[in-house]
């Protein structure tokens, strides 16, 4: 007789769970197939710089060099950087959200861990590993990572791209290809727009591509940087020309949002090599004379109060 009663006591419970366990898979599968999160996180307020390797501060010889940490020290603020070393402005400005971005699914299913997408635009190629930047794919948070250099330092951008979320997401089908939701937290930041240094041969789309990342982003506190001269573009280059004409362009349109970043610098020539660690990139001291007349900037055209 116990062991009967024991026996329903078991079979009850069981059935209790199965019950749950139907109901949160049904709960899922209302919701579209996996586990959703379409609120996007909040974070403190601070300053974003969307750009390329000069906005990442490459070309310091230490971490606490670069002009992105400099410059965070000098406002006691919080930095975040969406920049790409090696990236067009196009690619950039589809890095954050400004143009579309379509993810292919290979797999057709999101499942726990890494798993292999393919988007469209490659959005971090370029140069630099263990890229990553946070996105919702069908719905579901994470972020996509991307190497852009084989084991032993080989450049190869081609290297696939994987999605890894946040949670578990028990391999609910998703559509082979959906649409890639760009993380918009910082999107109401205070602004600083440096773009254009790896295509500026094409001064009509780097003018495009930066009105459209204005568009998207979600504050009237933004500053439009210039592109500065580096080695072999001096007077005389085509480079030079492309440079000049995309400068006073972008100075014509965004005005006292503009910042000559080229006078700060060294004023019309090319950036000396006292300034410069390679052909472009800029060495310690000329990270702090540029993250010096940044802050400068902000300080001059911003009220940061509301931005702490």
Same mark, same amino acid.
């Given at each position: 007789?116990?062991?009967?009663?024991?026996?329903?006591?078991?079979?009850?419970?069981?059935? $209790?769970?199965?019950?749950?366990?139907?109901?949160?898979?049904?709960?899922?599968?209302?919701?579209?197939? @996996?586990?959703?999160?379409?609120?996007?996180?909040?974070?403190?307020?601070?300053?974003?710089?969307?750009?390329?390797?000069?906005?990442?501060?490459?070309?310091?010889?230490?971490?606490?060099?670069?002009? /992105?940490?400099?410059?965070?020290?000098?406002? !006691?603020?919080?930095?975040?950087?969406? @920049?790409?070393?090696?990236?067009?402005?196009?690619?950039?400005?589809?890095?954050?959200?400004?143009?579309?971005?379509?993810?292919?699914?290979?797999?057709?299913?999101?499942?726990?861990?890494?798993?292999?997408?393919?988007?469209?635009?490659?959005?971090?190629?370029?140069?630099?590993?263990?890229?990553?930047?946070?996105?919702?794919?069908? #719905?579901?948070?994470?972020?996509?990572?991307?190497?852009?250099?084989?084991?032993?330092?080989?450049?190869?951008?081609?290297?696939?791209?994987?999605?890894? @979320?946040?949670?578990?997401?028990? #391999?609910? /089908?998703?559509?082979?290809?959906?649409?890639?939701? $760009?993380?918009?937290?910082?999107?109401?930041?205070?602004?600083?727009?440096?773009?254009?240094?790896?295509?500026?041969?094409?001064?009509?789309?780097?003018?495009?591509?930066?009105?459209?990342?204005?568009?998207?982003?979600?504050?009237?506190?933004?500053?439009?940087?210039?592109?500065?001269?580096?080695?072999?573009?001096?007077?005389?280059?085509?480079?030079?020309?492309?440079?000049?004409?995309?400068?006073?362009?972008?100075?014509?349109?965004?005005?006292?949002?503009?910042?000559?970043?080229?006078?700060?610098?060294?004023?019309?020539?090319?950036?000396?090599?006292?300034?410069?660690?390679?052909?472009?990139?800029?060495? !310690?001291? #000329?990270?702090?004379?540029?993250?010096?007349?940044?802050?400068?900037?902000?300080?001059?055209?911003? !009220?940061? #109060?509301?931005?702490?």
């Amino acid at each position: 007789m116990k062991e009967k009663d024991t026996m329903k006591k078991r079979y009850r419970c069981a059935l $209790v769970v199965l019950f749950l366990a139907c109901s949160f898979i049904a709960a899922l599968l209302i919701n579209g197939g @996996a586990l959703r999160h379409n609120e996007i996180e909040t974070h403190a307020h601070g300053i974003r710089l969307i750009g390329d390797s000069m906005s990442l501060g490459t070309g310091a010889s230490q971490p606490e060099f670069r002009y /992105p940490n400099l410059l965070g020290q000098l406002l !006691d603020m919080p930095i975040h950087v969406d @920049a790409v070393g090696g990236a067009g402005s196009t690619q950039i400005a589809a890095l954050v959200g400004a143009y579309p971005v379509m993810v292919r699914i290979p797999s057709g299913q999101l499942t726990w861990g890494k798993v292999r997408v393919e988007p469209m635009p490659r959005v971090l190629d370029g140069s630099g590993n263990r890229l990553k930047t946070r996105v919702f794919v069908d #719905g579901v948070p994470g972020y996509l990572l991307h190497d852009n250099h084989r084991r032993g330092g080989k450049l190869d951008p081609s290297l696939p791209y994987y999605f890894k @979320a946040d949670r578990f997401s028990f #391999g609910m /089908p998703s559509e082979k290809t959906t649409q890639l939701k $760009v993380d918009e937290s910082r999107s109401k930041w205070p602004t600083i727009i440096w773009v254009g240094r790896n295509n500026y041969d094409s001064p009509e789309v780097v003018v495009k591509d930066v009105s459209k990342i204005v568009e998207k982003i979600e504050t009237e506190k933004y500053i439009i940087m210039g592109v500065i001269k580096g080695r072999s573009e001096e007077k005389g280059t085509s480079a030079y020309r492309n440079i000049t004409l995309l400068n006073s362009e972008l100075k014509e349109i965004y005005k006292d949002r503009y910042l000559d970043t080229q006078s700060v610098l060294t004023g019309d020539e090319i950036v000396p090599e006292k300034l410069r660690s390679d052909s472009e990139h800029l060495n !310690d001291i #000329g990270q702090k004379i540029l993250a010096a007349a940044v802050a400068k900037k902000i300080v001059g055209s911003w !009220d940061l #109060g509301a931005a702490r």
